[in-house]
């Protein structure tokens, strides 16, 4: 079993309509600081990208935000992580996260949180990374893209062992103890497409 020192998560810039999502991210933030994995994410202030961070901070653990330089406002910014990388757009953002984290979690959000966690599992398939996707699936909110993901293995487009680059759990606590101990799928490295 791997130690996870970070976790990469993906979240909306907006807090949504539920409150659980809002107690959720407090949840996962404080088990982060507790079980010492630094939060890395978006660096902004807003939504639940600024509940999660301020949940780690205030429980003691570890920030590094990355965030592009035209979103790095004095509104949006978080202004009290460990640690901030403001870079040049939205791709380095994303690589810059995935250099720091050994895990990811996608939170509920919106375009840019979806379009984080599949370039994340799909990089996995194609063994561009090694390193675990969970959602975080508060009150049931991935469960019809969980259904699109079935629908996809049916149709054959996806393969029924790649079901397991996507860990998704209900509570943090389970969430993060699945990345601790998950065995990634055999991928092969070969850009066959018989083998995607």
């Known amino acids: 079993m791997s130690t996870l020192k970070s976790v990469c ?39 639940l990208m600024g509940v999660i961070a301020d949940a780690v ?33 939205m791709h380095t953002r994303k690589a810059k996260m995935s250099e720091y984290a050994d895990a990811f979690i996608a939170m509920p959000g919106g375009f840019g949180t979806l379009e984080e966690l599949f370039e994340v599992v799909s990089w996995v398939q194609l063994g561009i990374y090694a390193k675990p996707m969970g959602l975080l ?35 943090p606590a389970t969430l993060l103890d699945h990345l601790q101990r998950h065995e990634l799928p055999l991928i092969e490295k070969i850009l066959d497409p018989e083998q995607i």
């Open 137 to 171: 699936n508060t009150a049931g909110f991935y469960d019809p893209l969980l259904n699109m993901v079935e629908h996809c293995i049916e149709s054959e487009f996806i393969k029924p062992k790649y079901r397991d680059l996507i860990i998704a759990d209900e509570t």
């Open 9 to 47: 998560v993906f979240c909306g810039s907006k807090s949504g309509n539920d409150p659980q999502y809002q107690q959720s991210a407090i949840e996962l933030g404080r088990l982060m600081a507790q079980r010492k994995i630094t939060l890395v994410y978006g660096g902004g202030s807003v939504g």
């Open 57 to 89: 901070l205030e429980s003691g653990g570890q920030v590094i935000g990355v965030i592009p330089r035209n979103l790095a406002t004095r509104e949006l910014i978080h202004p009290g992580v460990t640690e901030m990388h403001i870079v040049e757009d």
